[in-house]
């Protein structure tokens, strides 16, 4: 039977809006490969009260309570606190901690305010966690029939205590394990492709197969429950070989996250260079390469030509061009994309040039009319869009966000078609 945990966040400041809660996604998505079922996310204030009922409301419906925050050395830092009292434990002072507390402060040449030491005060008999990327330990206590496991909130401390202390500490209480492939699907809709499997996603049982959308993407998360890794691994082979061929023109990647990723990896193997002309986008393209590590290998040349001038000057799209189609036309996204591949040496040139809105559409050109250009010796084109959806809200972004996936996915079509 496996266990289930809830995650409760703690901290006023995500009950008001001032941080993004990312700690519950690092948190799940690692229960989840140990199958340690989970129900439900709770974030609670800064207060004690508060803080002790949701400890009882989460330790009524589950096994383990996993909180984050809270472990800091102010005033309205309970969690601790009020966690050993659930337990009825008192805190000592963990000596341990304390003197690399003193050692943190000291090795950056600060003076350390006494109050800090009061994150060395650790529930009696607790199994404590070294904080190696801040000041507040974590703590593992058993009682009752249930585990607390407290984590620090800032997730640059909160994530490598969690994968590499509390995980290990987890596997040895799991009897199986889930394992998931995420695989990632551009250019088919979520209801089109769910519709196409909906009745094997019905039917299956172990594996399971569940789709998430995302702007322009669809994922399908193929989960599989076994007593080993090896298992159920096995268990989800097919499904995955079975996926890739009825799919090979929409499937960019497995566990690969993202189409900028995914293009990067594509030049690399490929031995490859690319470079992008931007007008609609304003340099979506050459920022999601960038995002990427070691995207500087095949990604050099990223050029924003905004203006019609820009573009005659810097790329060399002929000013007739211009003025017979105008800048948004498959003439001058052609244009560009040659001209950027020119311009910078590289083997693939990529370029886009749209209507992105709100204002500046036509019957003609409406918004959310873009062209995608792609250069290289083996594949030329040009790809209409009709991205626009009429949004009241976030259409703009919407727009340039898509184009510049449409551009990344031309990139690794070019990349994979290259001629041996």
Known sequence: MSESAEILCIGTEILLGN???????????GLAELGVNVYRHTAVGDNPERLREALDEAFARNDIVIT??????????????????????PLEMHEPSARAIEAYFGGMKRPMCQSNLKQAMMPRGCIVLENRNGTAPGAIIEGKGKTAIMLPGPPREM????????????????????????????????????????????AMKNPTLAPYAKDGEVMLRVTASAPTEAEAERLMEPVIASLRERYPQYIYGVDVDNLQTAAVRALKDAGLTAAAAESCTGGYIAKRLTDVPGSSEVFGCGAVTYANGAKERLLGVQGSTLARYGAVSPQT?????????????????????GVAGPDGGTDEKPVGLVYVGISS?????????????????GEREFIRYLASSHALAQILRAAQSRPE
């Open 68 to 89: 984050t925050g809270g472990l800091g050395p102010t005033y309205d830092d309970l969690s601790k606190e009020t966690i050993a009292d659930w337990f009825g434990l």
């Open 377 to 393: 010796e083996w594949l030329n084109d040009v790809v209409e869009l009709r991205l626009g959806r009429g949004f009241d809200y």
């Open 159 to 202: 994530t490598p205590m969690f994968e590499r202390q509390v995980l290990p500490y987890l596997a040895k209480r799991a009897d199986h394990v889930l394992r998931s492939h995420c695989i990632y699907f551009f250019g088919i809709g979520e209801s089109t492709l769910e519709s196409q499997l909906r009745g094997e996603m019905q």
């Open 333 to 353: 996204a052609r244009e560009m994309a040659d001209g950027v591949r020119r311009l910078s040496g590289a083997d693939i040139g990529v370029s886009t040039t």
């Open 19 to 29: 941080i993004v809660n990312t700690n519950s996604q690092v948190l799940s998505r």
